[in-house]
């Protein structure tokens, strides 16, 4: 499998991802990014994940941008996540996605970081 092919085959699990990203991105800028190096994919049978490490002053962090497909096959790529983050230096993974993902992961370990609140301007 080629990466634009393996693209292709999770588009529908982007794209519904995507509709909780605040209109930041449509699924040409997600292949953009990911084939320039920006962000990395993470296909599996059944689901993806779109990763982004962001280098803040203070640390570096894996943020799971885009987190699409059935919940059991995304759980199952969170050790090769951690496993990946640590040798890229990161000292912590975030996830955005709808509120539904809260309870799931605090189960596994994870906890509320911050929220996040938006408000359309072009309305005003």
């Known amino acids: 499998m080629t990466l634009d092919s393996e693209l292709l085959r999770c588009q529908d699990w ?19 990014a990911v084939r320039a190096g920006n962000m990395q994919f ?14 803040f002053p203070k640390k570096k962090v894996l943020h799971c941008f885009l987190i699409g497909g059935e919940l059991d096959q995304i759980l ?4 090769s996540l951690i496993h990946w983050a640590k040798q890229q230096e990161c000292e912590t ?3 955005a ?3 539904g993902w809260r309870r799931v992961m605090k189960s596994r370990g994870w906890k509320d970081a911050y929220s996040v609140v938006s408000k359309e301007l072009r309305d005003e």
């Open 14 to 32: 982007i794209e519904a991802a995507l509709e909780y990203s605040g209109g930041t991105h449509d699924f040409g800028d997600v292949v953009d």
């Open 42 to 55: 993470w296909p599996a049978e059944r689901g993806c994940i779109v990763t982004e490490i962001i280098a």
């Open 76 to 79: 199952e790529m969170e050790d």
């Open 93 to 95: 993974i975030t996830g």
């Open 97 to 99: 996605g709808r509120q």
